[in-house]
């Protein structure tokens, strides 16, 4: 039950997270959202770290935990540029659905074939994702799979980014997960830079166009601060839940943030999901629920 309880803690932490990084991402550049949060996560761990004398003689993990950093970025600054295209109840539940089901498949290679109840869940899913692919404007039901062929594959690559995060993340053997923490963010800050100036360069930056977005740095700081203490509280708790109810138990029930997210859509942004998308996405709670008996 404590790990139950600890993944839906990573839900929140992660919805969090995710809606505010989507609504940061429609005023600046999603990268330089990432960058911004991840700097800010980053001072936080470092900080925590050196109070708690933290030992980073970690042997092999660094490398697990270096793997992780980099692909947490890629996938965050994807799933941002996602979320700052709108229909935040569509690219989140979709994402959210794949790296639930990551870990399983993962579990399918490593250990075996699923129970039943699992496999019912992964079918389930799979009807659910055409439901929740569905646009805004009024379609039949029949086409929801030729539209989902044209718009689920972004949010499902994004999905099995964060999948493999998790299952990275798990590898890690040390006892204290802090300096492998502090290891994946200090790999991926970097990095997030690099991506950042590739980005600028790409788009024919001017001077001034740096400028601006040093200008930003003091009203975006809030919301940094938001995804950042979000993103730290969420990998705690996801992590001592696969520590007390393993990697499947942790990943399905930190595969919540839809629901935080929608709801935050529904009330702070006025979104409004069409019948068919709440339908997908009731769909694929009960395929979470399924995969994690």
């Known amino acids: ?14 919805g969090t997270a995710n809606f505010y990084g989507g609504i940061a991402s429609r005023r600046w550049p999603p990268i330089f959202i990432t960058l911004y949060s991840y700097l800010c996560e980053l001072s936080i761990l470092l900080g925590i770290a050196l109070l708690r004398g933290a030992n ?6 660094i490398f697990w935990a270096m793997a992780a950093g980099a692909l ?8 941002f540029h996602l979320l700052a295209q709108g229909n935040m109840a569509l690219t989140a539940p979709l994402t959210a659905l794949t790296y639930a089901i990551v870990p399983v498949l993962f579990g399918v290679v490593s250990i075996g074939w699923p129970k039943e109840s699992q496999l019912a869940g992964i079918g389930i899913a799979l009807l659910a994702i055409p ?13 929801a799979w030729r539209q989902s062929l044209r ?36 790999t991926g800050s970097p990095l997030l830079f690099l991506l950042l100036l590739l980005s600028m360069r790409q788009n024919r930056a001017q001077p001034t166009d740096l400028k601006q977005l040093l200008k930003a740095f003091r009203p975006a700081l809030a919301y940094a601060l938001v995804i950042g203490v979000g993103d730290i509280i969420a990998y705690a708790a996801f992590i001592q839940s696969a520590r007390l109810g393993g990697i499947t138990i942790a990943a399905v ?12 859509a529904r009330f702070i942004d006025k979104e ?22």
Not at 1 to 14: C, E, F, K, N, R
């Open 1 to 14: 039950m404590i790990a139950i309880l600890l993944g839906l803690v990573a839900s929140l932490g992660w």
């Open 56 to 61: 980073f003689a970690i042997g092999d993990d």
């Open 72 to 79: 947490a970025v890629l996938s965050i600054a994807w799933f």
């Open 131 to 143: 439901l929740m692919a569905q646009s805004n404007t009024p379609s039949p039901i029949r086409n």
């Open 151 to 186: 718009r689920i594959g972004a949010p499902i690559l994004a999905g099995i980014g964060f999948g493999f995060v998790l299952i990275f993340i798990n590898q890690v053997a040390a006892s204290d997960l802090l300096p492998p923490l502090v290891i994946a963010r200090s």
């Open 253 to 264: 029930m930190s595969s919540l943030p839809p629901a935080v997210t929608v709801l935050m």
């Open 272 to 293: 409004h999901p069409r019948p068919a998308q709440v339908a997908g996405l009731a769909l694929s709670l009960v395929a979470i629920v399924l995969i994690s008996l």
